[in-house]
């Protein structure tokens, strides 16, 4: 089990770098090419492909790039099987800073994010 905790962690951390980064190749690697994003706002159901949120990522300057903090930080990591591991973790591009929870898959290629739920808050 101690092996699964640091590969879970492994791509959690490659999808945090990714992310401040802006680097999708990163992105790509952690996140499965099914993977779906969602979100609520407005009482509605956001739901974004995968290929839709690296075109977002793509166009726009990285946290990096504008000298922004890194917030990174994993909040919990739960397993319900040898193949299932479901991750609450904090992270921000300010002023924004989200919540999110990503639910992983073991598969032939290793662990791999399939659904990332979160929650963004504004903060000054």
């Known amino acids: 089990m101690s092996n699964d905790v640091a590969a879970v962690e492994k791509?959690?951390?490659?999808?945090?770098?990714?992310?401040?980064?802006g680097d999708t190749d990163k992105l790509a690697s952690a996140f499965h090419e099914v993977s779906h994003l969602?979100?609520?706002?407005?009482?509605?159901?956001?739901?974004?492909?995968?290929?839709?949120?690296?075109d977002m990522v793509k166009s726009r300057p990285s946290p990096k790039a504008k000298g922004?903090?890194?917030?990174d930080r994993i909040v919990s990591i739960d397993f319900s099987g040898p193949e299932t591991a479901f991750?609450?973790?904090?992270?921000s591009i300010h002023p924004r800073y989200f919540t999110d929870y990503l639910t992983l898959l073991k598969l032939p290629e290793g662990w791999k994010v399939v659904s990332k739920t979160f929650r963004t808050e504004t903060r000054n």
């Open 11 to 21: 791509v959690v951390w490659t999808y945090l770098d990714g992310l401040y980064e």
């Open 87 to 91: 991750v609450k973790l904090e992270c």
């Open 38 to 54: 969602y979100s609520a706002s407005e009482g509605r159901v956001s739901d974004l492909p995968r290929a839709a949120w690296f």
């Open 68 to 71: 922004l903090a890194r917030t």
